[in-house]
């Protein structure tokens, strides 16, 4: 066996190890180094389909490689972001809000988000007032067939930014930050949420104890 026929057997050896990677890098990497092996075969041998080929897959396995570095690199960025929103307010629309008018009911279809930028608001159900610089109405996104789980009343004049849900679907896919942002901003307010719940659920059942001795005293 000559050294260009062990060439040709580690190009193949390569090219059935990339298949059976199971993760993206990995099999980038050995894609890139069955190409530079199988491209050195093709050139002593002058195949030309073959060295036609392995031109053109070896610089794509090479960009797709930095771009999911990239990527990895974004993401890791991300998750230690703050949760600000300064970044989204270009792709939001403007809009000014009259005092007692609603912006969302409860049980409402959901298609957008906001972000409030002045004035005063107030989420009815849960008897939460909200200043400027919150975002509010993301919850439906998560939510069963896109239903609003609050309604949110404006109380004072003021102005906030809204982003249609089909947006954030697209800055999700498209932005580790924002999809990193997204999640972290949700996961917060259901444990707020819950919190709360559990808050009050200690209240009922304190005041469930108290009101027994006074049961106790009436019956006496």
Known sequence: MTWLDGLAWLAAALAITGSAMRTIIPLRCIGITTNAVSLTYAV????????????????LNSLRLYQMIRLIRQVKQASRSDLSMEWLKPFMTRRKVKAGEVLFAKGESANCMFYTLSGRYRLNELGIELMQGQVVGEMGFMSPENRRTQTLECIEDGEVLNISYD???QLYFQNPEFGFYFLRLTSERMFKNMERLETELAEMRANSNDATPLRTMASA
């Open 167 to 169: 947006e954030v679907r």
């Open 44 to 59: 002593m041998m002058q195949i030309y389909p073959s060295i036609t080929v392995n031109l053109i897959l070896l610089p």
